[in-house]
């Protein structure tokens, strides 16, 4: 009988300390699940905002790259007298692009 109460006695430790384990490994898991899900959070805004600065890069290029034209164009605005200057300035940025323009 004096057996029995030890052999309960230590498997109720037993049963107690495999509660308290489990708790711990539940709050562990927790803890680490939420720390990934900030890491992958953290991760994907990176990637928008990589994918931002490549678009607005992109935008600066082509802007840079039109401005010649764009200030070409903005020079050549048809005035009264000026209607061949600016249809000649239209035909020579055609032909600098291999495009063929007929204006008449």
């Known amino acids: 009988m004096y057996n029995h109460k030890k052999y309960k006695i230590i498997l109720m430790i037993l049963l107690l300390l495999m509660v308290v384990v489990s708790l711990v490994c ?7 699940k939420t720390k990934n899900q900030g890491h992958h959070t953290i991760l ?7 994918e931002r600065i490549n678009y607005l890069a992109s935008i600066q290029k082509s802007i840079d790259d039109i401005s010649t034209e764009i200030s070409l164009v903005d020079r050549s605005i048809v005035s009264k007298n000026g209607d061949i200057k600016f249809i000649e300035n239209l035909e020579k940025i055609a032909r600098e692009y291999g495009l063929s323009i007929e204006i008449t």
């Open 44 to 50: 994907h805004d990176l990637s928008l905002q990589d």
């Open 26 to 32: 539940y709050f562990v898991y927790l803890n680490i």
